[in-house]
């Protein structure tokens, strides 16, 4: 009996391990092949098709940091961590959300923009109407002109007064490396005033609370754990996230 259960373990063995072996080498996994090859070139086309695959890339590489200074996304995305921050509460909502609410909320505004680039500058390019810098020219336009509508004198004439450039006589002599730190100290200057703003009745609520508290000599109880219901019954019935919302894309138009 012993040796017949040995045999079947062996004969199990021996099927785990012969048979995907025998159907592996029937039917062999295809593997793709991928390469990357640098040689000499004997058409000027290839070079500049590598080229433009090379700035490709770049413009890939460098798309978070475009997305968040020359859009709206920077100034929404701040406002939203100083209403987490006013409210008190910890994890509630969770970064996560702000983050995608500011991201979609940053494509709704900014849709007129790109849509404007796309149609003067990205869809001629592909139709073979444009070369690639005349493109970029094109493109580059509204997104200038989104970003001086929301840029402060102040703030453009010290970044032109440290690149060390001649005064620009009007809006098209200023360069665009010069447009866009101007552009996002900006937004950081409207998004901490907006967010002062909002914490000055959640701040009242702590104050209000705070002193009653200590009236009661009830000194060892946190005041946080009283005017968090109070904050958030405030605002719940002010429609808080219906108002923010609509206060930050009116401040783009």
């Not at 060390?164 to 937004?187: D, G």
Request: proline share 7%.
């Amino acid at each position: 009996m012993k040796f017949l259960k040995n045999k079947k373990y062996i004969l199990l063995l021996c099927f785990l391990v012969f048979v995907p072996t025998m159907f592996a080498q029937e039917t062999p996994l295809p593997f793709p092949k991928i390469g990357i090859d640098i040689g000499k070139s004997s058409k000027p086309e290839d070079v500049s098709v590598t080229l433009q695959i090379l700035f490709l890339m770049t413009i890939l590489s460098l798309a978070p940091a475009l997305m968040i200074l020359t859009t709206a996304f920077s100034r929404i995305v701040i406002v939203m961590h100083f209403v987490k921050q006013s409210l008190g509460t910890q994890q509630v909502p969770p970064s996560q959300i702000l983050v995608g609410i500011s991201l979609f909320l940053t494509f709704f505004i900014m849709a007129p923009t790109w849509k404007e680039a796309n149609d003067k500058g990205l869809q001629p390019y592909l139709k073979n109407e444009i070369s690639l810098n005349e493109a970029y020219d094109r493109g580059i336009v509204p997104i200038r002109s989104f970003m001086f509508k929301h840029t402060k004198e102040e703030d453009l004439e010290l970044f032109v007064q440290m690149s060390e450039s001649n005064h620009p006589k009007s809006k098209e002599e200023v360069s665009t490396y010069v447009l866009i730190p101007a552009f996002a100290l900006s937004e950081l200057k409207v998004a901490f005033e907006i967010g002062f703003m909002l914490f000055i009745p959640f701040l009242v609520i702590d104050m209000v609370v705070a002193s009653v508290l200590m009236s009661m000599g009830m000194m060892m109880l946190p005041p946080v754990i009283i005017s968090l219901p109070f904050k958030l019954l405030l605002f719940v019935l002010v429609d808080g996230w219906h108002l923010i919302v609509q206060s930050l894309v009116q401040s783009f138009r």
